[in-house]
């Protein structure tokens, strides 16, 4: 138990950090926003963020990965290491800090996606992601994340009728529903490879029944307790 827990959290400081993942138009953005609120409300100190970005530079980055539309096409190892600098930049200018000053951390998004987008849907090697995300977070993983389970047809539809995605796709969007049944398979894969850390949760329901799942899920962590315990 202690043995992975080390290896899970590495030798960042005493914050905790939560991840949410999971394929396009599951609500992850929202389901965080409303999970700090809660926390905030309890007195714990939180930090939101977001992958790729949370910095001017890394944020630069994501603009670039995300829209890049210059005439060739972008290569996996390219996207690959792009993700991977943008999360330094990120680990180094505001989740370490964060954590370090024992903050909660909350990130939509992190690993995980680069192991469902560049390893099970581009096809990168998975032990090249594995060292490379390490390398890039410094060692820290998160302690506990949220895997918002949606079939991509439903996130889909629901992309299309949110007003600020609209009519705009970016090029992960552009991609077809293949690629996005291989990233949501991988994302189950993951959580059933690491259960301690990893939980599902079904967002193909109202957004209230999947935030109090979210802090039900958060209650009944150990590692979260002893967090606050130390608070
Ligand atoms: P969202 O903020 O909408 O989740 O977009 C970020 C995109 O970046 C997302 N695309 N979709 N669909 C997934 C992609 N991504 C990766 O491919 N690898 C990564 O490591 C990360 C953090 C994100």
Redesign the pocket.
Known sequence: MENSKKSRRGAAGPGFFITFEGP?GAG?SSQLRQLAAALQERGVRCVCT???GGTPLAEAIRAV??EFNGGEPVAPET?LLL?EAA?AQHVAEVIHPALEAGMTVLC????D??SA??GAARGIDREIIARINRFASRGRGPDLTFVLDIPPEVGFRRNAVRSETRGKF?R??REDMEFHRKVRRAFLDLAASEPDRIKVIDADRPAGEVHAEVLRRLAASPDFAVYLEKL
């Open positions: 396009e992850k977001r992958e790729p990965v995300k996207e993700m999360r939509d998004r992190f690993g996606s680069t987008y560049q970016d992960f969007e």
